[in-house]
Structures are given as C-alpha cells and as structure tokens.
C-alpha cells in the first residue's frame, strides 16, 4: 500500500515569507504521477503542480515543485494572502491503478 | 468553459442507497480517465473510484463490492451508484478529470462537490 505522509502538518508564516511544504512517500515514486493541490475553505480542490514540477495552467510562477524518488517539495517563494490554505500531495500508483493522497498541511496566517 | 456538476447528494439512513451524477460540459467524459473523490467533514482527500477511457473501472479497497462506477456517453454524464452506506461514507463527493494522456497523470478539472450524510 502506497502511503504519502506530509510535513509540517501545520505551518504558520507571515504574508511575504518563504513556505516548504514536504512530502514523503512510503516507496519509489514516478515523478510524472506526482502532483499537488492547494484547497481554500469550501472549495474544490485545484491541480497546482504535476509531474513534481510542472505548473497547471494559470498557477502563479511563485508556486514551484520538486523531488524525485521518495522526496518531493512545494515551494511558495513569496506567501500572498489567498496562498493560505490546505496543500495536498498525490501520487498516482500503476498496479492496479489506484490513486494516494498525503493528509494535508494546514498552511496558515501567522 | 470546462465544467463539471455532480448532483443527487442528500441524507440516506445506514445501509441505503444513493447515486451521484456528475454532468459535464466543455469535456467528453468518455474520452478521459475520471475519478470520484470524497472528503468527509474535517478530513483529508481520498480517491474512491476512476472509470479509464477505456471502460476499464477501479475502486478503493473502503468502497470495493458497495460502489459502482459507470458513465453514460449520449449524456456525457459520470456516475457513481453507493449502496450499504454506513456513516464512515458520510463527505463531499467530488469528480474530477485525470489529466492522463500525455504521460502525466493528476486531476486537473474538479467538480464543485456534493454532500453525502449517512
């Protein structure tokens, strides 16, 4: 069973700071079934990056991923208001074909 | 404009009954890998179920043997039928289209959701 675990579960920054956002999978992972997704309060979740370091269509260039193997990282270079928000890792795994996703990190005002 | 509706969400008693329809409209969901996914109150995003382009269908082990996917193609309509309901099935339920066909694979159109309470 594939298993994401994130990190930190919780994170408090000011508007204007630096977030690293980890996630952890629990086996070798394929990069291009990587992904991750930012969720705001009553919202459906939105694709952010994919293939670990690919940006969605109309996801700002301060949102940036990386990692590879069982380590991948969301950066949000410059915190903006509406950044604050739940972040969701997901990976996609072949046999069978299943899709896993991290628990969350809450990323909030502090 | 790409969009998807779900509909058919509401209170069910435990061991009933309930199908979900997700309507889509800019997209041919025939021609796409698509997902349900749920999220019960105050938790986390889990996968339940995908319908490839194929035909070919797969579900989570919490829902396999109660859940069936399917899809309607005149309708270009996605649909998610649930029965044996019991009160750890109780989220929003959202579809979502997998991006997959370019070697990628991540969900990049989502529904707005609706509520099942068991």
């Known amino acids: 069973e594939f298993v994401l675990t994130q990190s930190p579960v919780t994170l408090s920054l000011s508007p204007g700071e630096r977030a690293t956002l980890s996630c952890r999978a629990s086996?070798?992972?394929?990069?291009?079934?990587f992904a991750w997704y930012q969720q705001r309060p009553g919202q459906a979740p939105r694709l952010l990056i994919y293939?670990?370091?690919n940006r969605a269509t109309g996801i700002p260039d301060r949102f940036s991923g990386s990692g590879s193997g069982t380590d991948f990282t969301l950066t949000i270079s410059r915190l903006e208001p509406e950044d604050f928000a739940v972040y969701y890792c997901?990976?996609?795994?072949?046999?069978?074909?299943?899709?896993?996703f991290g628990q969350g990190t809450k990323l909030e005002i502090k | 404009e790409v969009q998807l509706v779900e509909s058919g969400g509401g209170l069910v008693q435990p061991g009933g009954s309930l199908r979900l329809s997700c309507a889509a409209s800019?997209?041919?969901?025939?021609?796409?890998?698509m997902n349900w996914v749920r999220q019960a109150p105050g938790k986390g995003l889990e996968w339940v179920s995908a319908?490839?382009?194929?035909?070919?269908?797969y579900y989570a082990d919490s829902v396999k043997g109660r859940f069936t996917i399917s899809r309607d193609n005149p309708e270009n309509t996605l649909y998610i039928e649930m029965k044996r309901l019991t009160a750890e099935d109780t989220a929003v339920y959202y579809c979502?289209?997998?991006?997959?066909?370019?070697?990628?694979?991540?969900?990049?159109?989502w529904g707005q959701g609706t509520m099942v309470t068991v």
């Open positions: 997901q990976q996609h795994d072949d046999s069978p074909p299943v899709h896993t």
């Open positions: 800019g997209l041919t969901v025939s021609g796409h890998h």
């Open positions: 086996q070798t992972s394929n990069s291009r079934y």
């Open positions: 293939g670990a370091s």
């Open positions: 319908i490839h382009s194929g035909g070919s269908v």
């Open positions: 979502a289209r997998d991006r997959a066909g370019d070697g990628f694979a991540a969900f990049d159109i």
